[in-house]
């Protein structure tokens, strides 16, 4: 008994959505009344706003990817530099050892000269 008495408040209401949902599913978007055509309208704008977006993030995505490509690149080379520099350091740390000896060698040489050119000198007269 009370879910007929609902029912009968809903009729008037279901009387009047019938026929615009008869009209909108039966396709005859002409019958439609403005405000479902502008409805209509709002979707379709909506609708090319998301594939616009859709594109636009898909562009971003591939942009994303190179520049993560690129920095992945960055980084080996960025590793291979301080290898290198690295490398280097202990080349002149070593050359160093090796032009300081030489120098000690030198100058060892030259007070071995001097001694002998004064030994010499000494001798002569």
């Known amino acids: 008994m009370r879910l007929l008495f609902q029912l009968s408040e809903l009729l008037p209401h279901l009387s009047r959505l019938v026929p615009m949902a008869e009209r909108y ?3 005859d978007r002409n019958a ?3 405000v479902m055509k502008e409805l209509r309208e709002n979707m ?3 609708h090319t706003f ?3 977006l859709a594109r636009q993030l898909q562009d971003q995505s591939v942009q994303l990817a190179a520049v ?3 920095l992945k690149r960055l980084r080996l080379s960025t590793l291979r530099t301080e290898e290198l520099s690295e490398q280097m350091q202990k ?3 070593g050359l160093r050892g090796w032009l300081l000896a030489i120098a000690a060698m030198a100058t060892l040489s030259l007070a071995g000269v001097l001694a002998i050119a004064a030994h010499l000198f000494l001798h002569v007269h």
């Open 25 to 27: 599913f039966s396709g």
């Open 32 to 34: 439609l009344p403005p």
């Open 44 to 46: 379709d704008d909506l």
């Open 50 to 52: 998301h594939s616009t």
């Open 68 to 70: 993560e490509e690129e």
């Open 91 to 93: 080349g002149i740390r």
